[in-house]
């Protein structure tokens, strides 16, 4: 079992930036890879970005070039830093951590505001 937690999120400007952490506790042995998504009120879940153990990243077309995932050694900590901030940035912030057998493990979510 993976227990994930969230933190960062908050109000910021438009042009700001936050840093989003994703902390997870218990074994992350069989972890295959690691995302971010977001949920903006009233829209869809969507995937934000994704990084493999390797170190192997893919990113929603609307961030590239402004946020950047990363993760530590251990696999027990997962990044996101945002940049240039826009407001349609605002959303709910979720991590979630992938095993190699299918299972997954979600965060309760960290919420970013980004006002214009």
């Known amino acids: 079992q993976v227990q994930l937690v969230e933190s960062g999120g908050g109000l910021v400007q438009a042009g700001g930036s936050l840093r989003l952490s994703c902390v997870a506790s218990g074994s992350t042995a069989s972890i295959s890879g690691m995302d971010w998504y977001r949920q903006a009120p009233g829209k869809q879940r969507e995937l934000v970005a994704t990084i493999t153990i390797i170190g192997g990243t893919n990113y929603q077309e609307s961030v590239k070039g402004r946020f950047t995932i990363s993760s530590n050694n251990a696999k027990n900590r997962l990044y996101l830093e945002m940049n240039s901030l826009k407001p349609e940035d605002t959303a709910v912030y979720s991590c979630?951590?992938?095993?190699?057998?299918?299972?997954?493990?979600w965060g309760q979510g960290t919420q970013v505001t980004v006002s214009s």
């Open positions: 979630r951590f992938r095993e190699w057998s299918g299972r997954d493990y």
